[in-house]
């Protein structure tokens, strides 16, 4: 069973920056990738990045290729995001979640956080 807290959302004008933050519980955390999300209002939840357990793999969405960044620290059971350049239509949700799998398929993730906003004004 892995727990996920999100943290780190927040109001930032466009062109600002934000990192969002992912707490793991227990002690496998090491084992899982991890993803990261994000649903817009009266829109399916969507990719946004993801990485592999050791942190030696990432992968992105082209929409935020070059402007996120995701990481992890497998010592504080943490996962970033991340999020410069930022744009209004990055105004989502930004979900975490984890699998034992690296994936880019929300349907494959094992465990979810409940989620953090984050609003880009123009």
């Known amino acids: 069973q892995v727990q996920l807290v999100e943290s780190g959302g927040g109001l930032v004008q466009a062109g600002g920056s934000l990192r969002l933050s992912c707490a793991a519980s227990?002690?496998?955390?090491?084992?899982?990738?991890m993803g990261w999300f994000r649903q817009a209002p009266g829109k399916e939840r969507e990719f946004v990045a993801a990485?592999?357990?050791?942190?030696?793999?990432?992968h992105y969405a082209d929409s935020v290729k070059g402007r996120f960044t995701i990481s992890r620290d497998n010592a504080k059971n943490t996962v970033y995001l991340q999020m410069n350049s930022l744009k209004p239509e990055d105004t989502a949700v930004y979900y975490c979640a984890a699998d034992r799998v690296t994936t880019s398929e929300s349907n494959d993730y094992e465990y979810w956080g409940q989620g953090t906003q984050v609003t880009v004004s123009s």
């Open positions: 227990g002690r496998t955390f090491s084992s899982y990738a």
């Open positions: 990485i592999d357990w050791s942190g030696g793999y990432t």
